[in-house]
């Protein structure tokens, strides 16, 4: 995958976003926007409104306000598609850990019953071999 949103605001893809009014949903200091790329149906990414490259950096309030945004739309979902039964939810910080977009941001992933042969160890997968324990 190449890289499509460089360090600098400027260049942000999901500074662009935020000034474009593109949210699907809000709360406070963050904003819900569909993901370019999506893994699933209804794959959602929660970004802060300011422009901050690390996951780690963000402030309490984004965090809560995260964190009531994750609540609202898991619940959204869930009510819009009976289908949905269960989320990965999840942060990549630095690019050795997937990060191509240089903004903070969460996924929020829906996740349905065969939407993968074997779904045993979620995230775990991220590193070949490592799901199975």
């Excluded at 630095?94 to 995230?123: C, F, W």
Aim: hydrophobic share 35%; net charge neutral.
């Amino acid at each position: 995958m190449t890289k499509i949103s460089g360090d600098n605001p400027s260049d942000c893809l999901f500074c662009q976003w935020v000034a474009q009014g593109k949210a699907v949903a809000e709360c406070g200091t963050v904003a819900a926007f569909n993901d370019g790329f999506p893994v699933t149906p209804g794959h959602l990414l929660i970004v802060p409104k300011r422009h901050v490259a690390d996951g780690l950096a963000l402030s309490q309030q984004e965090i809560r306000d995260s964190e009531e945004l994750i609540r609202r739309l898991v619940g959204q979902i869930r009510e819009d598609d009976p289908g949905v039964t269960g989320f990965n939810i999840g942060i990549n910080i630095g690019r050795s850990a997937g990060q191509t977009v240089m903004h903070a941001h969460i996924h929020l992933i829906p996740r349905r019953d065969g939407d993968t042969d074997d779904p045993k160890g979620g995230v775990r997968g991220v590193i070949q071999g490592k799901r199975g324990y």
